[in-house]
């Protein structure tokens, strides 16, 4: 099946008793875990009651439980599992002989004997691939789960296409080549020396992606640069502004684009990192602005001013 054993442990901390009674404590409405038991699980057999150890995350490896009789999941109980064949893969998928699990419900098309979890958030059978999303798992239509591999960071790709968040990315070039500029195969200079330096816990090197073609920022394409001499301003990543040898490109939110007519000898960020200047022009998140309507709204400061 592809799964990792769980084995039984205490009940502390997610799920207690009290007065012969079993309650399941749901820290999402942030009462102390140490004081507040929420919510009763009704009708459970406490002689035989036992929690399953997914992993060793305090919050979220407890969620499953089970007695002689049912299968519980955050003090739900799991309509049509089978108690003498039930096994946890993680905090939210299990399996049994004749169905995998996500929640507390029947995940109807997934096969229980080839069922397999990548990470957090894929998942696949011999036949489809899956993605969750907070509470809702669905079917990545047209995945290919022989060749599906997981790149990190919400990325995962097949010999067909790559996919963020569960979704195809239509922008990618060439899915053979996508990679993070995260991962060890690098090339020799410009973002990916940059990425070389920066420590894997910074927020930003993981939104950055290339292809033999492009290079990407949370799966948009950064339409025109230089695939040779793209690099950014900055030394740490946090500013949104980026640079080859003839443009400027803005790669803020909704999506990179080039900057028509920064002059990119003189181009330089200043210390909010939306804010920039070059020979010609202040520019905020990458559009043309006064010098005096920066000030007032405390973009920059007066020494800042040419």
């Not at 997934?110 to 899956?130: C, G, K, M, Q, R």
């Not at 990179?256 to 181009?267: M, N, Q």
Request: hydrophobic residues 35%; proline residues 3%.
């Amino acid at each position: 099946m592809g799964v990792m054993a769980a084995g039984c442990v205490n009940m502390w901390p997610r799920y207690v008793t009290r007065g012969g009674k079993v309650y399941f404590r749901d820290f999402s409405d942030g009462s102390n875990p140490f004081v507040k038991a929420n919510t009763e699980v009704v009708g459970t057999d406490r002689r035989t009651f036992k929690v399953f150890k997914t992993s060793s995350n305090f919050m979220e490896g407890r969620r499953w439980a089970m007695d002689k009789n049912r299968v519980y999941h955050s003090g739900d109980v799991v309509a049509g599992a089978d108690v003498d064949t039930f096994l946890p893969i993680d905090s939210h998928y299990a399996v049994d002989k004749n169905h995998v699990f996500a929640y507390n419900k029947i995940f109807e098309g997934a096969d229980p004997a080839t069922f397999h979890v990548l990470d957090d958030d894929y998942a696949l059978d011999a036949d489809s691939v899956w993605f969750r999303d907070e509470a809702l798992v669905g079917t990545i239509a047209g995945a290919d789960s022989e060749t599906f591999e997981i790149l990190g960071y919400l990325y995962a790709k097949d010999k067909n296409a790559v996919y963020y968040k569960g979704t195809v990315l239509p922008e990618v070039s060439d899915p053979a080549t996508f990679r993070l500029l995260g991962e060890p195969e690098r090339e020799s200079r410009t973002v990916a020396d940059f990425f070389r330096d920066v420590a894997a816990t910074e927020d930003s090197w993981h939104e950055w992606a290339c292809d033999k073609d492009y290079y990407y920022r949370d799966g948009r394409r950064v339409e025109g640069a230089d695939r040779a001499t793209f690099t950014f301003f900055d030394d740490n990543g946090k500013t949104d502004y980026a640079k080859d040898r003839a443009h400027v490109f803005y790669c803020g939110h909704p999506r990179p684009f080039l900057i028509e007519g920064a002059d990119v000898e003189t181009f330089e960020v200043l210390s909010h990192n939306w804010v920039a200047r070059d020979k010609n022009n202040y520019y905020y998140n990458g559009k043309v602005n006064s010098y005096e309507e920066l000030v007032k709204a405390r973009m920059i400061r007066t020494v800042d001013q040419r």
